[in-house]
């Protein structure tokens, strides 16, 4: 899965659908704005999981099936 942030000097970013090498080399990434500087923190940390979505849905189901109430009857 291509990444759609990167993290430049410790700040998270949108390569704003350039690779990152352009978004560098041109400083045209996405930063700044406040809605979209949160949208981006959160998309780049998902992305350092380096999990997929499925992988996400899987722990998340696991998780909901680990916590329910066990029937001691």
């Given amino acids: 899965?291509?990444?759609l942030t990167?993290?430049?000097d410790g700040y998270s970013h949108g390569k704003c659908?350039?690779?990152?090498?352009?978004?560098?080399?041109?400083?045209s990434y996405n930063r700044g704005c406040f809605e979209c500087?949160?949208?981006i923190e959160r998309l780049c940390e998902y992305e350092d999981t380096g999990l997929t979505p499925e992988e996400i849905t899987a722990m998340k189901?696991?998780?909901?099936?680990?916590?329910?109430?066990?029937?001691?009857?």
């Avoid at 659908?17 to 400083?27: F, V």
């Avoid at 916590?67 to 009857?73: F, K, L, M």
């Fill in 37 to 39: 500087t949160a949208i």
């Fill in 61 to 73: 189901a696991d998780n909901k099936r680990l916590h329910e109430p066990v029937d001691t009857v």
């Fill in 6 to 8: 990167a993290r430049i």
């Fill in 17 to 27: 659908g350039r690779n990152l090498d352009i978004a560098l080399k041109n400083k």
């Fill in 1 to 3: 899965m291509d990444r």
